[in-house]
């Protein structure tokens, strides 16, 4: 779980746009966001900026190196497509703008021939752009104008629908000329000739946006290409046959949960939909979708026949595991959104009779249910947090229930009779809350970048432990409470010793808040998931063996 880098750059204000390597691979262009539009080229041996320059009066969107030289690039972006030179040891950069007459374009999508000779820009009014990349070498001020300027040629007369987001160069091995394959944001992708028409024999349909296309390296055969919907297709250039290669998360993952009994598979939830996926294969099983719906909480019983959810209409929704199909449905579980679930009664659930829940939901009750197949009804509601429950847990012997709430507040229930036990109070939000295995102490994580013990017999505080250096999100726990995990804003995931309350391994990997963690029950694996979308499988065998 070590982060590994070979340097760190840092020259760019809040974003950076595009980045390419130039065919070589010595050198680095970055392109910088609309607060910054900077062009930076760097040495990518010694990781040192070597020069740069504003990209344009309007923002930049796309930059990308000549396939045959190094010392040349293109940038296009908001009405304007450059051609670049640089001399990395003067050092200077040089741009000249192609000449584009009346046309007015903003251009989102970029790509270059093999032979340098011709540039490929989609734009957001659905056009495909062709530029001739002839220009002089840099030359002094003195020596005159121009006298060879980049200019646009052509571009294609049928539009896409809702623009160009992706476009790729392929040469035709029969006819040696450059085919343009053009990606839209209604899914379309198309084959166009050199003349920029359209083949309408090559043409397909693919679910989302397409955001990026690309020639396979294993097959030159076939192109790969991605939509918003994180599915990636490969498609065979002759017949522009599709196949579905693999599909994973587009929005933030809420929650992660493993069955109790099972290590072989997980189960994720996100905005529309929840997913089954298998951790040695690294493969999506199944999908089950709601649409418009976001997944807050999860929960899997015992025998593995329900995968129980929280959502953002207020329901619990249960599920068969095996087909997807809905088992059974409470509605108006909470008055918002259901963002906590817990199972009671493991014995009960398996031997088909009467089991219980928890849910905690955005209003801050807690609430008790009676499930069976053929009826759900509300035992208990307990409404004492004033904020949204972030994490509920229950003890072994499912007599007992543990509440976590943004109101800075952690309750502890007695599940026999609805009524509280004792409570935890921090001047801070509790994120998360845990039993110890032994159930002697009580370990949560909280918006102050503290990781809390607290006595499990009358509620006082142990100690607290430095989480970090952002607000800790999540924890899990190993069954024999000698090591836990926890996840926080600043995208790390760290395991550590329960004792000693020292980080023995770290990794920093996702690149958004990290939402939930969650340890295999065979205790080789941790699951993280982000806000991003990511799902990180760490492999936790060697911080075992430490």
Not at 20 to 45: A, E, H
Not at 112 to 140: H, N, P, W
Not at 455 to 484: H, K, N, P, V, Y
Request: proline share 3%.
């Amino acid at each position: 779980m070590d982060e590994f880098h070979l340097h760190r750059l840092y020259q760019h204000r809040g974003k950076v746009q595009d980045i390419d390597f130039s065919f070589d691979g010595s050198f680095l262009i970055t392109l910088g966001g609309q607060d910054d539009n900077d062009i930076v080229v760097w040495d990518v041996q010694t990781g040192k900026a070597i020069c740069g320059s504003p990209a344009a009066n309007e923002s930049s969107r796309c930059v990308k190196w000549f396939n045959q030289r190094h010392d040349r690039f293109v940038t296009c972006g908001n009405f304007h497509f450059k051609v670049w030179q640089v001399c990395t040891k003067t050092p200077i950069l040089h741009a000249v703008d192609a000449s584009m007459g009346t046309i007015r374009r903003v251009m989102q999508c970029l790509c270059i021939s093999q032979d340098d000779e011709f540039g490929y820009a989609g734009s957001q009014t659905g056009e495909v752009l062709k530029f001739s990349l002839d220009r002089d070498e840099i030359k002094k001020i003195s020596c005159g104008p121009e006298t060879s300027v980049p200019s646009l040629r052509i571009y294609n007369q049928d539009r896409f629908s809702k623009g160009v987001k992706a476009v790729t160069c392929i040469v035709n091995p029969l006819t040696g000329n450059t085919n343009i394959i053009a990606g839209a944001g209604d899914g379309t992708v198309q084959l166009l000739n050199p003349k920029l028409q359209f083949i309408p024999s090559h043409h397909a349909v693919l679910s989302g946006a397409i955001t990026s296309i690309a020639l396979s390296l294993s097959d030159n055969k076939c192109i790969q290409v991605g939509t918003e919907y994180s599915h990636r297709y490969s498609i065979d250039i002759a017949n522009f046959k599709q196949e579905l290669r693999s599909t994973c998360h587009y929005a933030s993952i809420y929650d992660i949960k493993f069955p109790k009994h099972s290590s072989d598979i997980f189960v994720t939830g996100s905005d529309h939909d929840i997913r089954v996926w298998n951790t040695k294969k690294k493969q999506e099983i199944l999908q089950i979708k709601v649409q418009n719906m976001s997944c807050f909480a999860l929960c899997i019983t015992p025998s593995g026949s329900c995968i129980v959810s929280g959502w953002s209409d207020g329901k619990i929704r249960a599920f068969h595991p095996e087909s997807g199909k809905i088992k059974f449905t409470i509605p108006d579980a909470h008055q918002e959104s259901v963002t906590a679930l817990a199972m009671c009664d493991e014995n009960a659930e398996a031997l088909g009779s009467e089991w219980r829940l928890v849910s905690g939901g955005k209003d801050g009750a807690v609430r008790v249910w009676k499930v069976k197949d053929s009826y759900q009804f509300l035992q208990y509601s307990m409404k004492e947090h004033k904020c949204s429950i972030n994490a509920l847990t229950c003890n072994a012997n499912c007599s007992q229930a543990i509440s976590a709430s943004s109101d800075g507040s952690a309750i502890v229930w007695d599940l026999f009779k609805g009524v509280r036990i004792h409570a935890l109070f921090e001047p801070t939000a509790f994120t998360g809350i845990l039993f110890h295995p032994d159930e002697s102490q009580y370990l949560t994580s909280s918006a102050n970048c503290k990781i809390g013990y607290w006595d499990a017999f009358d509620g006082s505080g142990i100690r607290m432990i430095d989480g970090g250096t952002s607000d800790l999100t999540c924890l899990d726990i190993q069954s024999d409470g000698c090591l836990f995990v926890s996840g926080s804003a600043d995208r790390s995931v760290r395991v550590w010793n329960y004792d000693d309350g020292l980080t023995i391994a770290m990794g920093k990997i996702h690149s958004g808040t990290v939402n939930s963690v969650a340890i295999s029950p065979d205790r080789k694996h941790i699951v993280s998931v982000g806000s991003e979308g990511g799902i990180f499988i760490w492999n936790m065998s060697a911080v075992c063996t430490k």
